[in-house]
Nanobody
Framework: QLQVVESGGGSVQPGGSLRLSCVDF????????MGWFRQATGKEREGVSC????????DYEDSVKGRFTISRDNSKNAVHLQMNSLEPEDTGIYYC?????????????????????WGRGTQVTVSS
């Protein structure tokens, strides 16, 4: 099981940037394809981006392509999400989680593995 802690969220104006981090204190993150997910108030949690174990493959949900960049540092059991040109629609709680594969060749969507526990997430608010 992962023991992840997400951080880096905050309140920014539209057009601003944030860099989210996810660190696994269980030291197993390096073995998994990982993803970032977000949940806006009153909406379902959705996949935003994913990265393969080695970092060679990445995928992004259409609305964040060209604005978000996912990366990982396996030596530190960490995954990051650089978010630029933020929009009010990006507001939500952001979580990292194991994904089945990245990219997902079956569904084309970033999909979490249900057997892993979720962290507490980090709040991102984009507002003028």
């Amino acid at each position: 099981q992962l023991q992840v802690v997400e951080s880096g969220g905050g309140s920014v104006q539209p057009g601003g940037s944030l860099r989210l981090s996810c660190v696994d204190f269980g030291n197993t993150l390096r073995y998994y394809d990982m993803g970032w997910f977000r949940q806006a108030t009153g909406k379902e949690r959705e996949g935003v981006s994913c990265i393969s174990t080695s970092g060679a493959r990445t995928d992004y949900e259409d609305s964040v392509k060209g604005r978000f960049t996912i990366s990982r540092d396996n030596s530190k059991n960490a995954v990051h999400l650089q978010m630029n040109s933020l929009e009010p629609e990006d507001t939500g709680i952001y979580y990292c989680q194991v994904v089945s594969e990245c990219p997902n060749t079956s569904t084309g969507r970033v999909s979490a593995v249900s057997t892993f526990n979720w962290g507490r997430g980090t709040q991102v608010t984009v507002s003028s």
